[in-house]
């Protein structure tokens, strides 16, 4: 069974500065998906990043921008330029891209992010 | 165009009672999800919907859960016979498809049992 592990209950940064979330995963399979999702107070999960697998250069958005060692299993996630705005639960997940059950997201258990001004 | 949502935002019943939360999926979402968030853990697949097909309802904790979704609109989760450990965050997803990547989703039903 595939599991994904974040190690940090919680974090903090300084607004302005750079943090990264650490996120690894376990899995026999070669084709998968990784996400971050963010989910704020209003408990919204909402989708900041997305990696295929079978992609070699990482993904970025914006500010936001994952570290993928796929050999490692490891899909970090970078914030550069923190706000206030940034202040919320991150969930690292994983999916599968084929086979049965290529619909179910696995999570971690989250990391709490605190921006200080 | 309009997001998931889910009703009721909360609800408070007492140990025993029948619950039913609901959720509307975006419009032209075929595939439907249901995850459970306990306190301070992430989420767990509870069910999942793909238009007429019959549903994987393998995350279903115990019989005392169940799920009904008319054909690619509304979904309704059951929970009889409430114990204090239902208490949780109920969250729905919809996608485009099952395989779909992007799964989008509502702002969840905090069920309190107590």
Known sequence: AQTVTQSQPEMSVQEAETVTLSCTYDTSESDYYLFWYKQPPSRQMILVIRQEAYKQQNATENRFSVNFQKAAKSFSLKISDSQLGDAAMYFCAYRLNSGGSNYKLTFGKGTLLTVNP | ?114
């Open chain 2, 1 to 114: 165009g309009a997001g998931v949502s889910q009703s009721p935002s909360n609800k408070v019943t007492e140990k025993g009672k029948d619950v039913e939360l609901r959720c509307d999926p975006i419009s032209g979402h075929t595939a439907l999800y249901w995850y459970r968030q306990r306190l301070g853990q992430g989420l767990e697949f509870l069910i999942y919907f793909q238009g007429n097909s019959a549903p994987d309802k393998s995350g279903l904790p115990s019989d005392r859960f169940s799920a009904e979704r008319t054909g690619e609109s509304v979904s309704t989760l059951t929970i009889q016979r409430t114990q204090q450990e239902d208490s949780a965050v109920y969250l729905c997803a919809s996608s485009l498809e099952g395989w779909a990547p992007a799964q989008y989703f509502g702002p969840g039903t905090r069920l309190t049992v107590l």
